[in-house]
């Protein structure tokens, strides 16, 4: 499964962008996704996950309240909105898909959970 991020760009504090993730395969469907980051010089972050059918979804304090994940399976593509954007969100996003369905919501959250990861998309967010 080879999955691609978009969406990334400079955009103004305050502001909002979209990320997208989109899979070359159908079977992603029945994957769970997530949303990562990594700013320079700091470990990855978890940002956001939702189960493979879209039910559940999760956030790490870094997406909590500003940001939602979606995804379209008839698309093979999950979102990342993101509103009210600070500097601090500067980082490449990454998205992830797992094979995994936890019955541990919090554990979307783990890295090592996760089979698939894309390239990343840079945000750059100016103050």
């Known amino acids: 499964v080879q999955l691609q991020a978009s969406g990334g760009g400079l955009v103004q504090a305050g502001g909002s962008l979209r990320l997208s993730c989109a899979a070359s395969e159908r079977t992603v469907t029945v994957y769970g996704m997530g949303w990562f980051r990594q700013a320079a010089g700091k470990e990855r972050e978890f940002v956001a996950a939702?189960?493979?059918?879209?039910?559940?979804?999760y956030y790490g304090d870094s997406g909590e309240g500003r940001f939602t994940i979606s995804r379209d399976n008839g698309k093979n593509t999950v979102y990342l909105q993101m509103s009210s954007l600070k500097p601090e969100d500067t980082a490449v996003y990454y998205c992830?898909?797992?094979?995994?369905?936890?019955?541990?919501?919090?554990?979307?959250?783990?890295?090592?959970?996760?089979?698939?990861w894309g390239q990343g998309t840079q945000v750059t967010v100016s103050s």
């Open positions: 992830a898909a797992t094979r995994a369905r936890p019955t541990v919501v919090t554990r979307y959250g783990i890295k090592d959970i996760y089979n698939y």
């Open positions: 939702i189960s493979w059918n879209g039910a559940t979804t």
